[in-house]
């Protein structure tokens, strides 16, 4: 009779012996069971939830959130914000923030703050603009951890302070 060895248990049981030989006799009742012994299912990681919060206020102004399609919502002429629906690398996540608000002085969008509340560090980046921009407009790329909302709060120049969110899947981590 020909029996065959597989590989794989050749390999096992070449490792048990040396496993044995090398811990001494003392321990080769003990250690002869864990050598064959299954390892710990690994748990499973969960993501941490996507969170649905909005920014409340930056620099003590409070943020209004208003729904897009309310009237008020198209009369300031708010910014649309650009973004993927699913971000392939969480690395490198483009964004463009365009507004057709006009840049006059004295009344004019102040800066763009962008947020991600799933980050482990919230603010992603502040945009500082001046009536000589000319157009309320800027692109960029940026990092996200996980799937979560990005939020962009618009600041106009006589302090009021309204915010945006868009949904972004992400495959793969960024952060």
């Known amino acids: 009779m020909n029996k065959h060895v597989s590989r ?3 390999i096992k049981k070449t490792a048990a012996a040396a496993a044995l030989i090398l811990a001494g006799p003392a321990s080769t009742v003990l250690s002869a069971g864990k050598v064959f012994a299954k390892a710990p299912a690994k748990k499973k990681t969960s993501i941490a939830p ?3 919060a909005d920014v409340k206020n930056i620099g003590g102004k409070e943020v209004v959130w208003l ?5 008020e919502y198209k009369k300031l002429m708010l910014p649309d ?3 993927p629906l699913i971000a392939q690398n969480g690395g490198l996540v483009p964004i463009t923030v365009d507004s057709k608000f006009p840049m006059k002085k004295g009344n004019y969008i102040k800066a763009f703050h962008v947020f991600n509340l799933n980050n482990p560090t919230p603010k992603i980046a502040v945009f500082n603009l001046t009536p000589e921009n000319g157009r309320a407009y800027i692109s960029t ?3 996200l951890q ?3 909302y990005v939020q962009v709060i618009t600041e ?18 960024g952060c």
């Open 8 to 10: 794989r248990d050749f």
């Open 50 to 52: 996507v969170i649905k």
């Open 67 to 71: 729904p897009e399609n309310s009237t």
């Open 81 to 83: 914000v650009h973004l």
């Open 141 to 143: 790329r940026i990092k």
């Open 146 to 148: 996980q799937a979560s």
């Open 156 to 173: 106009y120049s006589n302090g009021k302070m309204y915010g945006n969110k868009k949904y972004v899947k992400v495959t793969v981590g």
